[in-house]
């Protein structure tokens, strides 16, 4: 047994200093070779039927929200799911959605563990932070599919639209929501209709364009084609995910 993990299945190679020499080069040259950003694992994907291309994972995604708008939620195995998660991740789409304890995606896709990788944050804005994670499932995980979740009655945006309109500055961090926000309120001030619902859809446009914008990652493989990224607005009284643009 090895004296220093307790390991009975095969006992390590004494560690002597040459050997340790030996390991800490050959990872250093590993890392060197290494694609730019983050290298994907080459591993079988854990959850075969979540690699969709982009249009087949937004009809499973709008089809989960059907489910759930209906009532008719899947039943889910998640006892015989951890043992495959537990070697890797390969989610169908990546959800941008507000913190809104009433907006749950993975409830309102009718979907399991593994399947959404969901970034969420107080007016479902793409800040270095929520971009970087995209990147990552895009790049890394494979994800097809990124959909902005923005939704009607958004505290975020409705706090916005106060400060913007009433001149005020918020106590805490929360001016960052604001700065963030300001941009879609802004757009749509002097529109006819309302305005809270008006900013809420244009955040969600805006921030589509932006991560469609997002270089040199997102950007590129939007361009060839290999992800999509789409808006939506949640409706908290049916549950229901409209599409936008
Ligand atoms: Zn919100």
């Not at 489910?67 to 006892?79: H, L, M, P, S, T």
């Not at 939704?151 to 700065?179: E, M, N, R, Y």
């Not at 209709?193 to 244009?202: M, Y």
């Amino acid at each position: 047994m090895c004296e220093h993990c307790g390991n009975t299945a095969t006992a390590h190679p004494r560690l002597t200093r040459r050997r340790i020499l030996t390991l800490a080069t050959a990872a250093g040259a590993a890392f060197a070779a290494a694609p730019p950003a983050f290298a994907a694992p080459p591993k079988a994907p854990p959850k075969p039927e979540n690699v969709l291309a982009p249009d087949a994972a937004l009809k499973r995604l709008m089809e989960g929200n059907a489910r759930y708008v209906e009532g008719i939620a899947k039943r889910q195995d998640f006892k015989h799911e951890r043992e495959a998660l537990s070697m890797g991740q390969n989610p169908f789409a990546a959800i941008l959605s507000c913190a809104d304890s009433r907006i749950a995606p993975e409830y309102c896709f009718d979907t399991a563990r593994g399947d959404i990788f969901v970034c969420r944050i107080a007016g479902n804005f793409a800040s270095d932070e929520m971009v970087a994670s995209l990147e990552y499932a895009v790049q890394v995980l494979n994800t097809p599919l990124i959909m902005v979740l923005g939704h009607d009655s958004c505290g975020a945006v409705d706090a916005t639209i106060k400060s913007v309109k009433d001149g005020t500055t918020l106590p805490g961090h929360l001016p960052s929501l604001v700065a963030a926000i300001k941009p879609a309120v802004d757009a749509v001030s002097g529109q006819s209709g309302d305005l809270l619902a008006n900013a809420i859809a244009r955040n969600v446009t805006l921030n589509v364009d932006k991560l469609k914008a997002a270089a040199p990652i997102l950007q590129s493989f939007v361009a060839d084609k290999k992800i999509r990224v789409v808006g939506g607005v949640y409706t908290l009284t049916t549950g229901r995910v409209a599409l936008l643009g």
